[in-house]
Protein backbone atom coordinates (compact mmCIF):
# COMPACT_ATOMS: atom_id res chain seq x y z
CA UNK A 1 0.00 0.00 0.00
CA UNK A 2 3.17 2.38 0.71
CA UNK A 3 3.84 2.49 -2.90
CA UNK A 4 0.51 3.08 -3.94
CA UNK A 5 -0.63 5.94 -1.71
CA UNK A 6 2.30 9.03 -2.89
CA UNK A 7 0.86 8.48 -6.43
CA UNK A 8 -2.95 8.74 -4.66
CA UNK A 9 -1.75 12.07 -2.95
CA UNK A 10 -1.46 13.81 -6.44
CA UNK A 11 -4.89 12.45 -7.88
CA UNK A 12 -5.82 8.81 -9.76
CA UNK A 13 -6.08 8.61 -13.46
CA UNK A 14 -9.75 7.37 -14.71
CA UNK A 15 -8.90 3.80 -14.75
CA UNK A 16 -7.36 3.96 -11.20
CA UNK A 17 -9.95 5.06 -9.44
CA UNK A 18 -12.27 2.53 -11.67
CA UNK A 19 -9.74 0.18 -10.05
CA UNK A 20 -10.21 1.42 -6.74
CA UNK A 21 -13.93 1.02 -7.09
CA UNK A 22 -14.06 -2.57 -7.74
CA UNK A 23 -11.19 -3.49 -5.20
CA UNK A 24 -13.42 -1.75 -2.52
CA UNK A 25 -16.40 -3.19 -3.15
CA UNK A 26 -14.45 -6.69 -4.08
CA UNK A 27 -13.86 -6.32 -0.58
CA UNK A 28 -16.65 -5.59 1.21
CA UNK A 29 -18.02 -8.81 -0.83
CA UNK A 30 -15.24 -11.09 0.55
CA UNK A 31 -16.66 -10.38 4.11
CA UNK A 32 -20.28 -11.33 2.86
CA UNK A 33 -18.41 -14.14 1.35
CA UNK A 34 -17.00 -15.37 4.44
CA UNK A 35 -20.12 -15.16 6.35
CA UNK A 36 -22.18 -17.25 4.12
CA UNK A 37 -18.86 -19.55 4.46
CA UNK A 38 -19.43 -20.02 7.73
CA UNK A 39 -22.99 -20.64 7.06
CA UNK A 40 -22.81 -23.37 4.51
CA UNK A 41 -19.71 -23.99 3.94
CA UNK A 42 -18.62 -25.01 7.64
CA UNK A 43 -22.54 -25.45 8.78
CA UNK A 44 -24.27 -26.74 5.84
CA UNK A 45 -26.87 -24.48 5.92
CA UNK A 46 -28.38 -23.23 2.76
CA UNK A 47 -28.84 -19.52 3.87
CA UNK A 48 -30.56 -18.08 0.85
CA UNK A 49 -31.29 -14.48 2.54
CA UNK A 50 -27.92 -13.25 3.08
CA UNK A 51 -28.83 -9.59 1.74
CA UNK A 52 -31.16 -9.17 4.63
CA UNK A 53 -27.89 -9.12 7.16
CA UNK A 54 -25.77 -7.05 4.63
CA UNK A 55 -29.13 -4.53 4.73
CA UNK A 56 -29.42 -4.65 8.46
CA UNK A 57 -25.73 -3.13 8.91
CA UNK A 58 -25.79 -1.01 6.66
CA UNK A 59 -29.05 1.06 7.59
CA UNK A 60 -27.83 0.57 11.65
CA UNK A 61 -24.44 2.34 10.24
CA UNK A 62 -27.13 4.94 8.40
CA UNK A 63 -29.45 5.33 11.21
CA UNK A 64 -26.13 5.86 13.98
CA UNK A 65 -24.69 8.40 11.67
CA UNK A 66 -26.49 10.10 9.49
CA UNK A 67 -27.91 13.89 10.43
CA UNK A 68 -31.65 14.09 11.90
CA UNK A 69 -34.51 14.89 9.87
CA UNK A 70 -34.86 18.41 10.49
CA UNK A 71 -31.35 18.60 8.78
CA UNK A 72 -32.37 17.03 5.83
CA UNK A 73 -35.29 18.15 3.15
CA UNK A 74 -38.24 15.93 2.21
CA UNK A 75 -36.99 13.53 5.04
CA UNK A 76 -39.36 11.14 6.42
CA UNK A 77 -37.65 9.13 9.05
CA UNK A 78 -37.54 10.34 12.55
CA UNK A 79 -33.81 9.22 13.84
CA UNK A 80 -30.47 9.90 13.12
CA UNK A 81 -27.98 9.67 15.53
CA UNK A 82 -25.77 11.82 13.80
CA UNK A 83 -22.21 10.19 15.52
CA UNK A 84 -19.30 12.39 14.51
CA UNK A 85 -16.98 11.29 12.04
CA UNK A 86 -14.56 9.65 12.15
CA UNK A 87 -14.97 8.60 15.83
CA UNK A 88 -18.14 7.48 15.43
CA UNK A 89 -17.06 4.61 12.92
CA UNK A 90 -15.99 2.14 14.70
CA UNK A 91 -18.86 2.27 17.26
CA UNK A 92 -21.29 2.35 13.84
CA UNK A 93 -19.32 -0.94 12.20
CA UNK A 94 -19.57 -2.82 15.63
CA UNK A 95 -23.39 -1.83 16.20
CA UNK A 96 -23.93 -3.06 12.94
CA UNK A 97 -22.05 -6.76 13.26
CA UNK A 98 -24.21 -6.65 16.33
CA UNK A 99 -27.54 -5.24 14.60
CA UNK A 100 -26.50 -8.39 11.05
CA UNK A 101 -25.80 -11.08 14.15
CA UNK A 102 -29.38 -10.43 16.07
CA UNK A 103 -31.25 -10.46 12.68
CA UNK A 104 -29.46 -13.78 11.79
CA UNK A 105 -29.91 -15.15 15.27
CA UNK A 106 -33.89 -14.16 14.64
CA UNK A 107 -34.65 -15.69 11.22
CA UNK A 108 -32.15 -18.97 12.23
CA UNK A 109 -34.47 -19.22 15.38
CA UNK A 110 -37.61 -19.47 13.16
CA UNK A 111 -36.41 -21.69 10.75
CA UNK A 112 -32.81 -23.57 11.61
CA UNK A 113 -34.73 -26.87 12.73
CA UNK A 114 -35.76 -27.03 8.86
CA UNK A 115 -33.57 -29.92 6.93
CA UNK A 116 -31.23 -27.93 4.40
CA UNK A 117 -33.87 -27.17 1.80
CA UNK A 118 -36.97 -26.22 3.74
CA UNK A 119 -34.26 -23.83 5.34
CA UNK A 120 -33.31 -22.42 1.85
CA UNK A 121 -36.84 -21.25 1.12
CA UNK A 122 -37.31 -19.79 4.92
CA UNK A 123 -34.15 -17.69 4.74
CA UNK A 124 -35.36 -16.39 1.17
CA UNK A 125 -38.58 -16.13 2.42
CA UNK A 126 -37.55 -14.23 5.54
CA UNK A 127 -34.94 -11.62 3.36
CA UNK A 128 -37.77 -10.69 0.95
CA UNK A 129 -39.92 -9.82 4.04
CA UNK A 130 -37.12 -8.26 5.59
CA UNK A 131 -36.53 -6.11 2.40
CA UNK A 132 -40.45 -5.47 2.49
CA UNK A 133 -40.17 -4.09 5.81
CA UNK A 134 -37.10 -1.71 4.96
CA UNK A 135 -38.93 -0.40 2.03
CA UNK A 136 -42.62 0.42 3.68
CA UNK A 137 -41.15 1.65 7.23
CA UNK A 138 -40.53 5.05 6.31
CA UNK A 139 -40.14 6.62 9.67
CA UNK A 140 -37.42 4.32 10.04
CA UNK A 141 -35.94 3.62 6.76
CA UNK A 142 -36.95 6.74 4.90
CA UNK A 143 -39.18 4.54 2.18
CA UNK A 144 -37.85 4.28 -0.88
CA UNK A 145 -35.79 7.11 -1.03
CA UNK A 146 -33.35 5.81 1.26
CA UNK A 147 -30.88 7.35 3.68
CA UNK A 148 -28.84 9.21 1.48
CA UNK A 149 -26.17 11.76 3.81
CA UNK A 150 -24.54 8.74 5.58
CA UNK A 151 -20.80 10.09 5.99
CA UNK A 152 -17.76 8.96 4.64
CA UNK A 153 -15.55 9.27 7.30
CA UNK A 154 -12.71 11.73 6.66
CA UNK A 155 -13.61 12.69 3.27
CA UNK A 156 -13.79 16.36 4.28
CA UNK A 157 -10.38 16.37 5.02
CA UNK A 158 -9.00 14.45 1.98
CA UNK A 159 -9.36 14.80 -1.64
CA UNK A 160 -11.35 12.51 -3.26
CA UNK A 161 -9.02 10.31 -4.57
CA UNK A 162 -6.84 10.02 -1.26
CA UNK A 163 -9.89 9.28 0.80
CA UNK A 164 -10.70 6.57 -1.61
CA UNK A 165 -7.67 5.18 -1.35
CA UNK A 166 -7.32 5.49 2.43
CA UNK A 167 -11.04 3.69 2.62
CA UNK A 168 -9.77 0.75 0.56
CA UNK A 169 -7.26 0.35 2.87
CA UNK A 170 -8.95 0.83 6.04
CA UNK A 171 -11.53 -2.15 3.98
CA UNK A 172 -8.32 -4.40 3.34
CA UNK A 173 -7.25 -4.03 6.99
CA UNK A 174 -10.82 -4.96 8.04
CA UNK A 175 -10.75 -7.92 5.62
CA UNK A 176 -7.21 -9.11 6.90
CA UNK A 177 -8.57 -9.36 10.66
CA UNK A 178 -12.05 -10.81 10.44
CA UNK A 179 -10.14 -13.06 7.62
CA UNK A 180 -7.59 -14.07 10.80
CA UNK A 181 -10.37 -14.75 13.15
CA UNK A 182 -12.63 -16.61 11.19
CA UNK A 183 -9.87 -19.04 9.94
CA UNK A 184 -9.20 -19.52 14.06
CA UNK A 185 -12.42 -20.30 14.51
CA UNK A 186 -12.76 -22.69 11.83
CA UNK A 187 -9.48 -24.05 12.86
CA UNK A 188 -10.20 -24.63 16.18
CA UNK A 189 -12.40 -26.74 18.48
CA UNK A 190 -15.41 -24.76 17.13
CA UNK A 191 -14.65 -25.44 13.45
CA UNK A 192 -14.77 -28.87 14.36
CA UNK A 193 -17.96 -28.91 15.58
CA UNK A 194 -19.72 -26.79 13.48
CA UNK A 195 -17.69 -29.09 10.81
CA UNK A 196 -19.45 -32.50 12.14
CA UNK A 197 -22.84 -30.48 12.38
CA UNK A 198 -22.94 -30.17 8.54
CA UNK A 199 -22.06 -33.71 8.12
CA UNK A 200 -24.45 -35.67 10.08
CA UNK A 201 -26.82 -33.84 12.48
CA UNK A 202 -27.99 -36.93 14.16
CA UNK A 203 -24.72 -38.01 14.85
CA UNK A 204 -23.50 -34.96 16.19
CA UNK A 205 -26.49 -35.09 18.43
CA UNK A 206 -25.72 -38.54 19.60
CA UNK A 207 -22.04 -37.95 20.47
CA UNK A 208 -23.81 -35.19 22.38
CA UNK A 209 -23.91 -31.69 21.50
CA UNK A 210 -26.64 -29.51 20.89
CA UNK A 211 -27.25 -29.11 17.36
CA UNK A 212 -29.80 -26.25 17.49
CA UNK A 213 -27.42 -24.08 19.34
CA UNK A 214 -24.10 -24.78 16.95
CA UNK A 215 -26.43 -23.80 14.08
CA UNK A 216 -27.75 -20.81 15.97
CA UNK A 217 -24.07 -19.63 16.11
CA UNK A 218 -22.84 -20.29 13.26
CA UNK A 219 -25.86 -18.08 11.97
CA UNK A 220 -24.98 -15.65 14.23
CA UNK A 221 -21.15 -15.17 13.16
CA UNK A 222 -21.73 -15.35 9.43
CA UNK A 223 -24.83 -12.67 9.83
CA UNK A 224 -22.61 -10.05 11.93
CA UNK A 225 -19.67 -10.56 9.47
CA UNK A 226 -22.06 -9.64 6.89
CA UNK A 227 -23.84 -6.77 9.04
CA UNK A 228 -19.89 -5.51 9.18
CA UNK A 229 -19.87 -5.47 5.26
CA UNK A 230 -23.31 -3.24 5.33
CA UNK A 231 -21.89 -0.99 7.57
CA UNK A 232 -18.63 -0.78 5.75
CA UNK A 233 -20.69 -0.30 2.35
CA UNK A 234 -22.92 2.37 3.97
CA UNK A 235 -19.73 4.64 4.69
CA UNK A 236 -18.53 4.00 1.85
CA UNK A 237 -21.19 4.73 -0.59
CA UNK A 238 -22.83 7.35 1.38
CA UNK A 239 -26.43 6.39 0.95
CA UNK A 240 -28.67 3.53 1.56
CA UNK A 241 -31.22 2.20 -0.89
CA UNK A 242 -33.42 -0.52 -0.53
CA UNK A 243 -32.56 -0.76 -4.09
CA UNK A 244 -29.37 -2.22 -3.09
CA UNK A 245 -30.33 -5.07 -1.11
CA UNK A 246 -31.83 -7.10 -3.78
CA UNK A 247 -31.80 -10.91 -4.14
CA UNK A 248 -29.30 -10.72 -7.09
CA UNK A 249 -26.95 -9.56 -3.76
CA UNK A 250 -27.54 -13.13 -1.99
CA UNK A 251 -26.76 -14.91 -5.51
CA UNK A 252 -23.38 -12.69 -6.56
CA UNK A 253 -22.32 -13.94 -3.38
CA UNK A 254 -22.90 -17.34 -3.84
CA UNK A 255 -21.82 -17.71 -6.58
CA UNK A 256 -18.43 -16.18 -5.23
CA UNK A 257 -18.44 -18.79 -2.45
CA UNK A 258 -18.78 -21.63 -5.26
CA UNK A 259 -15.89 -20.34 -7.71
CA UNK A 260 -13.89 -19.54 -4.56
CA UNK A 261 -14.09 -22.90 -2.92
CA UNK A 262 -17.01 -24.05 -0.03
CA UNK A 263 -15.34 -24.08 3.46
CA UNK A 264 -11.88 -22.06 2.50
CA UNK A 265 -11.80 -19.10 3.92
CA UNK A 266 -8.89 -18.09 0.87
CA UNK A 267 -11.42 -19.45 -1.51
CA UNK A 268 -13.99 -17.37 -0.67
CA UNK A 269 -11.78 -14.29 -0.85
CA UNK A 270 -10.70 -15.39 -3.97
CA UNK A 271 -14.24 -15.93 -5.52
CA UNK A 272 -15.08 -12.26 -4.14
CA UNK A 273 -12.16 -10.47 -6.31
CA UNK A 274 -13.18 -12.58 -9.07
CA UNK A 275 -16.91 -12.58 -9.21
CA UNK A 276 -16.59 -8.90 -8.77
CA UNK A 277 -14.04 -8.26 -10.78
CA UNK A 278 -15.20 -10.12 -13.83
CA UNK A 279 -18.70 -8.31 -12.71
CA UNK A 280 -17.89 -4.77 -13.27
CA UNK A 281 -15.32 -5.47 -15.80
CA UNK A 282 -17.55 -6.70 -18.40
CA UNK A 283 -19.56 -3.16 -18.13
CA UNK A 284 -16.61 -1.68 -20.61
CA UNK A 285 -17.67 -4.70 -23.31
CA UNK A 286 -19.30 -1.79 -25.24
CA UNK A 287 -16.54 0.11 -25.06
CA UNK A 288 -13.91 -2.84 -26.28
CA UNK A 289 -16.37 -3.76 -29.08
CA UNK A 290 -16.55 0.45 -30.04
CA UNK A 291 -12.77 0.56 -30.08
CA UNK A 292 -12.95 -2.89 -31.98
CA UNK A 293 -14.80 -1.25 -34.85
CA UNK A 294 -12.43 1.74 -34.95
CA UNK A 295 -9.07 0.08 -34.62
CA UNK A 296 -9.64 -2.74 -37.27
CA UNK A 297 -9.21 -3.23 -40.92
CA UNK A 298 -12.93 -2.32 -42.32
CA UNK A 299 -13.41 -5.90 -43.86
CA UNK A 300 -12.97 -7.37 -40.28
CA UNK A 301 -15.23 -4.79 -38.59
CA UNK A 302 -17.52 -5.45 -41.00
CA UNK A 303 -16.98 -8.83 -40.26
CA UNK A 304 -17.32 -7.98 -36.32
CA UNK A 305 -20.50 -6.27 -37.15
CA UNK A 306 -22.27 -8.87 -39.52
CA UNK A 307 -21.24 -11.15 -36.51
CA UNK A 308 -22.97 -9.33 -33.77
CA UNK A 309 -25.65 -8.00 -36.23
CA UNK A 310 -27.83 -11.41 -34.68
CA UNK A 311 -28.36 -9.81 -31.32
CA UNK A 312 -30.62 -7.33 -30.31
CA UNK A 313 -29.69 -3.68 -30.68
CA UNK A 314 -30.35 -2.64 -27.07
CA UNK A 315 -29.07 -0.40 -24.22
CA UNK A 316 -29.08 -3.12 -21.62
CA UNK A 317 -28.32 -6.08 -23.56
CA UNK A 318 -24.50 -5.85 -23.36
CA UNK A 319 -25.33 -4.83 -19.41
CA UNK A 320 -27.74 -8.10 -18.79
CA UNK A 321 -25.08 -10.45 -20.62
CA UNK A 322 -22.87 -9.91 -17.85
CA UNK A 323 -25.47 -12.18 -15.63
CA UNK A 324 -25.54 -15.16 -18.27
CA UNK A 325 -21.54 -14.76 -18.38
CA UNK A 326 -21.75 -15.47 -14.40
CA UNK A 327 -23.78 -18.41 -15.11
CA UNK A 328 -21.84 -19.94 -17.19
CA UNK A 329 -18.89 -19.47 -15.29
CA UNK A 330 -20.65 -21.06 -12.20
CA UNK A 331 -22.17 -24.16 -14.98
CA UNK A 332 -18.09 -24.32 -15.86
CA UNK A 333 -17.41 -24.58 -12.36
CA UNK A 334 -19.70 -26.90 -11.09
CA UNK A 335 -18.74 -29.92 -14.23
CA UNK A 336 -15.42 -29.40 -14.47
CA UNK A 337 -14.26 -28.44 -10.31
CA UNK A 338 -17.76 -28.57 -7.78
CA UNK A 339 -15.07 -28.12 -5.36
CA UNK A 340 -14.26 -24.76 -6.95
CA UNK A 341 -10.80 -22.79 -7.23
CA UNK A 342 -9.49 -23.52 -3.62
CA UNK A 343 -11.99 -26.28 -2.11
CA UNK A 344 -11.19 -29.60 -1.20
CA UNK A 345 -13.54 -32.37 -2.73
CA UNK A 346 -13.12 -34.50 0.11
CA UNK A 347 -14.23 -32.22 2.43
CA UNK A 348 -17.71 -31.21 0.28
CA UNK A 349 -18.39 -34.64 -0.39
CA UNK A 350 -21.53 -34.71 2.07
CA UNK A 351 -22.67 -31.02 2.36
CA UNK A 352 -26.27 -30.01 1.94
CA UNK A 353 -27.08 -33.48 2.07
CA UNK A 354 -29.91 -34.77 4.46
CA UNK A 355 -29.06 -37.41 7.18
CA UNK B 1 -41.36 -64.02 30.96
CA UNK B 2 -38.74 -66.42 30.98
CA UNK B 3 -36.11 -66.27 34.32
CA UNK B 4 -33.43 -67.85 35.00
CA UNK B 5 -32.63 -68.22 39.13
CA UNK B 6 -29.49 -69.59 38.43
CA UNK B 7 -28.30 -66.20 36.60
CA UNK B 8 -26.51 -63.41 38.85
CA UNK B 9 -28.62 -61.23 41.41
CA UNK B 10 -28.47 -58.28 38.55
CA UNK B 11 -29.62 -60.97 36.03
CA UNK B 12 -32.76 -61.53 38.55
CA UNK B 13 -33.31 -58.14 37.76
CA UNK B 14 -35.31 -57.69 34.85
CA UNK B 15 -38.73 -57.67 36.62
CA UNK B 16 -37.55 -54.98 38.68
CA UNK B 17 -38.27 -56.41 41.93
CA UNK B 18 -36.45 -57.89 43.83
CA UNK B 19 -33.04 -56.05 43.05
CA UNK B 20 -31.15 -53.05 41.95
CA UNK B 21 -32.61 -50.94 38.98
CA UNK B 22 -31.09 -51.92 35.51
CA UNK B 23 -28.38 -49.23 34.61
CA UNK B 24 -31.13 -49.38 31.22
CA UNK B 25 -35.02 -49.63 31.64
CA UNK B 26 -37.48 -49.59 29.15
CA UNK B 27 -40.91 -49.62 30.86
CA UNK B 28 -44.23 -50.18 29.03
CA UNK B 29 -43.23 -47.91 25.68
CA UNK B 30 -45.78 -47.42 23.54
CA UNK B 31 -44.98 -45.56 20.03
CA UNK B 32 -46.99 -45.28 17.07
CA UNK B 33 -47.22 -44.01 13.31
CA UNK B 34 -50.16 -43.24 12.42
CA UNK B 35 -52.00 -46.40 12.64
CA UNK B 36 -49.18 -48.65 12.73
CA UNK B 37 -48.29 -49.02 16.08
CA UNK B 38 -44.59 -49.66 15.64
CA UNK B 39 -44.02 -50.42 19.59
CA UNK B 40 -46.55 -52.03 21.31
CA UNK B 41 -45.70 -51.71 25.45
CA UNK B 42 -42.53 -52.65 25.28
CA UNK B 43 -40.68 -53.58 28.56
CA UNK B 44 -37.45 -55.14 29.17
CA UNK B 45 -34.31 -53.69 31.42
CA UNK B 46 -30.51 -53.86 30.66
CA UNK B 47 -28.47 -55.00 33.67
CA UNK B 48 -25.60 -53.09 33.65
CA UNK B 49 -22.06 -54.29 32.66
CA UNK B 50 -23.79 -56.81 30.88
CA UNK B 51 -23.69 -57.81 27.13
CA UNK B 52 -27.09 -58.02 26.29
CA UNK B 53 -28.45 -58.76 22.67
CA UNK B 54 -32.12 -57.07 21.20
CA UNK B 55 -33.52 -59.90 18.43
CA UNK B 56 -36.11 -59.51 16.64
CA UNK B 57 -37.38 -60.25 12.89
CA UNK B 58 -37.38 -57.29 10.29
CA UNK B 59 -39.80 -54.88 11.11
CA UNK B 60 -40.28 -56.08 14.97
CA UNK B 61 -39.49 -52.64 16.11
CA UNK B 62 -35.72 -52.52 17.23
CA UNK B 63 -34.14 -49.79 15.39
CA UNK B 64 -37.09 -47.47 16.39
CA UNK B 65 -37.23 -48.68 20.05
CA UNK B 66 -33.34 -47.61 19.53
CA UNK B 67 -34.98 -44.39 18.46
CA UNK B 68 -36.87 -43.95 21.37
CA UNK B 69 -34.14 -44.70 23.94
CA UNK B 70 -31.58 -42.38 22.46
CA UNK B 71 -34.06 -39.59 22.16
CA UNK B 72 -34.52 -39.36 18.51
CA UNK B 73 -38.02 -40.38 18.60
CA UNK B 74 -40.38 -39.30 21.88
CA UNK B 75 -42.60 -42.32 23.03
CA UNK B 76 -46.42 -41.63 23.06
CA UNK B 77 -46.30 -43.41 26.27
CA UNK B 78 -44.55 -45.45 28.89
CA UNK B 79 -40.52 -44.60 30.37
CA UNK B 80 -37.29 -44.59 29.40
CA UNK B 81 -34.84 -44.90 32.64
CA UNK B 82 -30.74 -44.25 32.50
CA UNK B 83 -29.32 -45.09 35.77
CA UNK B 84 -32.93 -44.54 37.40
CA UNK B 85 -34.02 -41.13 35.90
CA UNK B 86 -36.43 -40.78 32.66
CA UNK B 87 -34.97 -39.36 30.12
CA UNK B 88 -37.63 -40.12 27.29
CA UNK B 89 -38.53 -36.20 27.47
CA UNK B 90 -35.07 -35.37 26.95
CA UNK B 91 -33.24 -34.55 23.43
CA UNK B 92 -30.16 -37.10 22.16
CA UNK B 93 -27.66 -34.78 23.03
CA UNK B 94 -28.74 -34.74 26.81
CA UNK B 95 -29.39 -38.36 26.79
CA UNK B 96 -25.92 -38.72 24.83
CA UNK B 97 -23.93 -36.78 28.13
CA UNK B 98 -26.08 -38.69 30.40
CA UNK B 99 -23.54 -41.45 29.01
CA UNK B 100 -25.40 -43.27 26.71
CA UNK B 101 -23.57 -43.50 23.34
CA UNK B 102 -24.54 -45.13 19.97
CA UNK B 103 -24.21 -46.30 16.26
CA UNK B 104 -26.27 -46.56 13.63
CA UNK B 105 -27.34 -49.22 11.07
CA UNK B 106 -25.84 -47.34 8.73
CA UNK B 107 -22.61 -45.95 9.60
CA UNK B 108 -23.11 -42.11 10.08
CA UNK B 109 -19.64 -41.08 10.07
CA UNK B 110 -18.51 -37.71 9.31
CA UNK B 111 -17.02 -38.25 5.56
CA UNK B 112 -15.96 -34.50 4.89
CA UNK B 113 -13.76 -34.89 8.00
CA UNK B 114 -10.46 -36.80 8.86
CA UNK B 115 -10.71 -39.85 10.58
CA UNK B 116 -8.82 -38.30 13.55
CA UNK B 117 -11.30 -35.20 13.85
CA UNK B 118 -14.33 -37.77 13.40
CA UNK B 119 -12.81 -39.08 17.05
CA UNK B 120 -11.66 -35.64 18.40
CA UNK B 121 -15.23 -34.18 18.02
CA UNK B 122 -16.90 -36.73 20.33
CA UNK B 123 -14.94 -36.04 23.27
CA UNK B 124 -16.75 -34.19 25.83
CA UNK B 125 -16.20 -30.56 27.63
CA UNK B 126 -14.52 -29.42 25.18
CA UNK B 127 -13.90 -25.43 26.24
CA UNK B 128 -12.81 -24.75 22.40
CA UNK B 129 -16.07 -25.60 21.64
CA UNK B 130 -17.41 -22.67 22.38
CA UNK B 131 -16.34 -19.84 20.21
CA UNK B 132 -15.38 -16.93 22.46
CA UNK B 133 -13.00 -19.43 24.31
CA UNK B 134 -11.36 -20.77 21.30
CA UNK B 135 -10.40 -17.30 20.47
CA UNK B 136 -9.06 -16.17 24.16
CA UNK B 137 -8.48 -18.68 25.74
CA UNK B 138 -5.26 -20.61 23.17
CA UNK B 139 -3.75 -22.23 26.05
CA UNK B 140 -6.06 -24.11 28.00
CA UNK B 141 -7.75 -25.40 24.75
CA UNK B 142 -4.36 -26.26 23.07
CA UNK B 143 -3.77 -28.08 26.10
CA UNK B 144 -7.33 -29.88 26.16
CA UNK B 145 -6.66 -30.53 22.26
CA UNK B 146 -3.28 -32.48 23.14
CA UNK B 147 -5.17 -34.53 25.69
CA UNK B 148 -7.84 -35.51 23.18
CA UNK B 149 -5.01 -36.32 20.52
CA UNK B 150 -3.53 -39.01 22.67
CA UNK B 151 -6.74 -40.39 23.47
CA UNK B 152 -7.74 -40.26 19.82
CA UNK B 153 -4.63 -42.22 19.57
CA UNK B 154 -5.01 -44.55 21.94
CA UNK B 155 -8.36 -44.81 20.02
CA UNK B 156 -7.00 -45.78 16.83
CA UNK B 157 -4.77 -48.01 18.12
CA UNK B 158 -7.41 -50.23 19.83
CA UNK B 159 -9.40 -50.32 16.59
CA UNK B 160 -6.52 -50.66 14.61
CA UNK B 161 -7.48 -47.78 12.49
CA UNK B 162 -4.14 -46.07 13.12
CA UNK B 163 -2.63 -46.21 9.73
CA UNK B 164 -6.03 -44.33 8.43
CA UNK B 165 -5.74 -41.64 11.43
CA UNK B 166 -5.25 -38.82 8.49
CA UNK B 167 -7.75 -40.23 5.44
CA UNK B 168 -10.75 -38.31 5.05
CA UNK B 169 -13.91 -40.59 6.24
CA UNK B 170 -15.45 -40.61 2.97
CA UNK B 171 -12.34 -43.27 1.83
CA UNK B 172 -13.09 -45.81 4.24
CA UNK B 173 -14.80 -49.31 3.39
CA UNK B 174 -17.92 -50.29 5.60
CA UNK B 175 -16.31 -52.09 7.92
CA UNK B 176 -14.00 -49.66 9.00
CA UNK B 177 -16.89 -46.93 9.10
CA UNK B 178 -18.46 -49.25 11.73
CA UNK B 179 -15.39 -49.41 13.32
CA UNK B 180 -14.81 -45.69 13.32
CA UNK B 181 -18.27 -45.14 14.28
CA UNK B 182 -17.29 -47.13 17.51
CA UNK B 183 -14.40 -45.40 18.10
CA UNK B 184 -16.36 -42.24 18.34
CA UNK B 185 -18.58 -43.55 20.69
CA UNK B 186 -15.33 -44.78 22.48
CA UNK B 187 -14.40 -40.79 22.37
CA UNK B 188 -17.71 -40.01 24.25
CA UNK B 189 -16.82 -42.85 26.83
CA UNK B 190 -20.71 -43.92 28.19
CA UNK B 191 -21.39 -45.70 30.50
CA UNK B 192 -23.55 -47.83 28.32
CA UNK B 193 -23.08 -48.16 24.42
CA UNK B 194 -26.01 -49.59 21.90
CA UNK B 195 -24.90 -50.83 18.83
CA UNK B 196 -27.64 -51.26 15.68
CA UNK B 197 -26.23 -54.41 13.78
CA UNK B 198 -22.39 -54.02 14.50
CA UNK B 199 -21.39 -57.06 12.66
CA UNK B 200 -23.82 -56.05 9.47
CA UNK B 201 -21.59 -55.81 6.02
CA UNK B 202 -18.18 -56.34 8.55
CA UNK B 203 -15.60 -59.08 6.95
CA UNK B 204 -15.76 -61.94 8.91
CA UNK B 205 -11.91 -60.98 10.08
CA UNK B 206 -12.78 -57.86 11.50
CA UNK B 207 -16.19 -58.99 12.58
CA UNK B 208 -13.90 -60.83 14.91
CA UNK B 209 -11.76 -58.64 15.70
CA UNK B 210 -14.53 -56.68 16.58
CA UNK B 211 -16.18 -58.73 18.83
CA UNK B 212 -12.92 -59.15 20.57
CA UNK B 213 -13.09 -55.33 21.33
CA UNK B 214 -16.55 -55.53 22.39
CA UNK B 215 -15.81 -58.12 25.10
CA UNK B 216 -12.70 -55.94 26.20
CA UNK B 217 -15.06 -52.90 26.99
CA UNK B 218 -17.09 -54.89 28.60
CA UNK B 219 -14.38 -56.03 30.56
CA UNK B 220 -13.87 -52.75 31.20
CA UNK B 221 -17.52 -51.97 33.10
CA UNK B 222 -18.83 -50.60 29.79
CA UNK B 223 -23.04 -52.16 29.07
CA UNK B 224 -23.55 -52.97 25.85
CA UNK B 225 -26.96 -53.27 24.01
CA UNK B 226 -27.03 -54.22 20.56
CA UNK B 227 -29.08 -55.51 18.09
CA UNK B 228 -28.04 -58.35 15.81
CA UNK B 229 -29.50 -61.11 13.13
CA UNK B 230 -26.71 -63.43 13.28
CA UNK B 231 -28.01 -66.19 16.08
CA UNK B 232 -25.10 -67.65 16.69
CA UNK B 233 -23.01 -64.60 17.77
CA UNK B 234 -26.06 -63.42 20.37
CA UNK B 235 -26.35 -67.05 21.65
CA UNK B 236 -22.84 -67.22 21.99
CA UNK B 237 -21.52 -63.94 23.40
CA UNK B 238 -24.86 -62.26 24.82
CA UNK B 239 -25.07 -62.20 28.65
CA UNK B 240 -29.12 -61.92 28.51
CA UNK B 241 -31.47 -61.85 24.81
CA UNK B 242 -34.48 -59.30 24.81
CA UNK B 243 -36.82 -60.75 21.89
CA UNK B 244 -38.57 -58.27 20.43
CA UNK B 245 -42.06 -59.51 17.88
CA UNK B 246 -44.42 -56.74 16.29
CA UNK B 247 -43.24 -54.34 18.53
CA UNK B 248 -43.39 -56.40 21.73
CA UNK B 249 -41.15 -58.06 24.23
CA UNK B 250 -42.18 -61.10 23.55
CA UNK B 251 -39.15 -62.52 26.40
CA UNK B 252 -35.62 -61.98 27.83
CA UNK B 253 -33.34 -63.68 29.87
CA UNK B 254 -30.13 -65.38 29.33
CA UNK B 255 -29.95 -66.90 25.84
CA UNK B 256 -30.20 -70.58 26.82
CA UNK B 257 -33.41 -70.13 28.08
CA UNK B 258 -34.84 -67.62 25.41
CA UNK B 259 -34.49 -70.27 22.52
CA UNK B 260 -35.90 -72.52 24.11
CA UNK B 261 -39.26 -70.37 24.91
CA UNK B 262 -41.87 -71.59 22.39
CA UNK B 263 -42.99 -68.32 21.69
CA UNK B 264 -40.21 -67.05 20.58
CA UNK B 265 -39.24 -70.39 18.21
CA UNK B 266 -42.52 -69.69 16.85
CA UNK B 267 -42.47 -66.23 16.05
CA UNK B 268 -38.72 -65.96 15.34
CA UNK B 269 -36.24 -68.63 15.72
CA UNK B 270 -38.22 -71.50 13.99
CA UNK B 271 -35.84 -74.02 13.15
CA UNK B 272 -32.60 -72.64 14.80
CA UNK B 273 -31.89 -75.37 17.00
CA UNK B 274 -32.27 -77.45 13.55
CA UNK B 275 -29.44 -75.49 12.47
Known amino acids: MDAFTPTALLSLPGWGSFLLTVLTIAGIYSLLTLGLNIHYGYTGLINFGHVAFFAAGAYTAALLTVPPPAQVSGAEYVFGLNLPMPLGLPISLVAAAVVGGLLATLIGATSVRLGSHYLAVATFALAGIFGSVLENEAWLTNGSFGLNSVPKPGRAAMSADTWAVTYFVFVVVVLVVVAFVLSRLTGSPFGRLLKGVRESEDAAQMLGKNTIRVKLTSFAIGGAVAGLAGGLYAHYVGSVVVQQFVPAVTFTVWAALLLGGVASNTGAVFGA ?58 VLVIRYRPEGVFGDPNEIDAIGEED | MSRDSSESDAAASVTGSDSDAPLLEVDDVVKRFGGLTAIDHASFGVEAESITGLIGPNGAGKSTLFNCVTGMLTPDSGAVRLAGEEVQDLPPNRIAQRGLGRTFQTPKIFRGMSVRENLAFAARGQTGERPISALVQPGTVGSEEADIRERVDDTLAFLSLDHLAEEYASGLSGGQRKLLELGRVLMLDPEIILLDEPMAGVNPALADDLLDRLHELNDRGRTILLIEHDMDLV ?38 ENE
Do not use: W
Open chain 1, 273 to 330: FLLVGFRESTRFLTNIYDSLLASLPTVAADALRLAVEPLPDHASFVPSLRFVVIGLLI
Open chain 2, 235 to 272: MNHCDRVVVLHNGQTLASGPPSIVQEDERVVEAYLGGF
